[in-house]
């Protein structure tokens, strides 16, 4: 790069827009390069999720940043996992944990995958995933997942967090890198005969002009989408869920480090412990309840009798845009696309998005070059991402409303799924599906397993034969003592909170 100055300027703010300011920031503080970003004050934040997963942790160690900083400023609270409750209805497997895998599992992961295995293969044996991780203990017993320095094991953990408080903290940290903030709104695009961004116009009439601009205005996508008219590919096809609504509560004397996914009539419900406040929302498709109906179910489901409380709606639109990056425009967010906070992966594909710009930009000596690399790079993790949360609709054994029945039978999912599901269930070792596929690299085969299995995707009980010796090679008495024997390392979450009680 020369010496002459770059200007990069973010529209929008959040946590997606101040993610991209702080790592574009730290990546770049040698080059010469101005970021400045701009902000509606009319314009407020969506902040329909609260949770991330591990990969938030290690987006902080690079911007230099402790969890003594921004975790008491955020009312942030650990997470181990996501436990899903009533999503089947097969006999013990209404409830299970989805854990983020750490390295004392590597230890029990064989026996998971061994009972797993048979049990499909119609062999009676042991093959819920609680069984084998150290993040259900861990959550059962609401510890938090940080060791004394002397455990020999790295532990996966991701946060929840206050999002609009994330932003700001955020927004302090990109200030001291150097990002320059600007509140303004704008009301136009204006592009060059090339086609590319000229420069932005607000409505007080000021020129905001760049040579790169990130698209972080949400679901309007004001740069992208609608001034550079790169198309929306929609998912509602597989993906029926376009709205929620949301409730805070208060928090207990209990702060479990998981989210709770909870499947209701017509979409599911999130609970995330922060440390003054749960926040809670009822994720549900508009073509099947109206929001006045998903709104009762959802008072009914969290106990909330009067209307004391004030309920806040929401919509968006489930999908991708066909490109993320576009002439001099990179989308991050809302504005690039939205498969809904089932996972919590929102925030992951932020930050997948910026470091893999950050390293296709620079390898291209700040030009274009590498555009189509990396749009195919990250629309294929935005497919995978998609891919997997399908699979969770897909699999359900539900049928209570037409919304569920719906789900089970729905056959517009993709090949790459169709062809996981055909080799669970054919009872193949889909690690070889998932790796000839190359999709291990975004949910590895552990989560897959996790998944399928956890719902109860096995034959029925009636089909199975008890094994021989070789099938009952693992003991789970001796799993759930080593288990056991690793939690005692683990403190009390609201302890290593400080918090009170």
Known sequence: M??????????????????AANLMATHWQEQNIEITLVESPDIGIIGVGEGSTPPLKGFMETIGVTESEWM?????????GITFRNWSTKPGFTQYVHPFLSQPDHFTVPAFFHNSFLRRKGVDLDGHPDHFFLATHLIEKSLAPITPANFPFEINYGYHFDSALLGKFLAKVAAKKGVKYQQATVTSVVLDEAGNI???????DQVIKADFYVDSSG????LLQQ?????????AQSLFNDAAVVFPTETGDRIEPQTVSTALKYGWAWKIPLRHRVGNGYVYSSSFCDKDK??????????????DIEARHLKFKIGRAEKQWHKNCLAVGLSQGFIEPLEATALDMVQETVVRFIEAYNKGGFTNQYEDEFNTRINGRFDAVRDYIVCHYRI????DTDYWLECGRNEKISNSLRSILTSWVSGQNITDELERQKLDAYFPNVSWNCLLAGKGVYPNKEQLRPGNELAHRYKLADIRRYIEGCGLNFRPHRELLGLAG
């Open 2 to 19: 020369n010496n002459q100055k770059k200007r990069i300027v973010i529209l929008g703010g959040g946590t997606a827009g101040w993610i």
């Open 72 to 80: 008491p400023e955020c009312q942030a609270t650990y997470k181990v």
């Open 198 to 204: 000229d420069y932005l116009k607000t409505d007080a």
């Open 219 to 222: 679901f309007r996508s004001q």
């Open 227 to 235: 001034a550079l008219k790169v198309p929306f590919i929609s998912s």
């Open 294 to 307: 998903a709104e009762a179910e959802f008072r009914e489901h969290l106990g909330l009798t009067g209307a």
């Open 396 to 399: 359900t054994s539900r049928t």
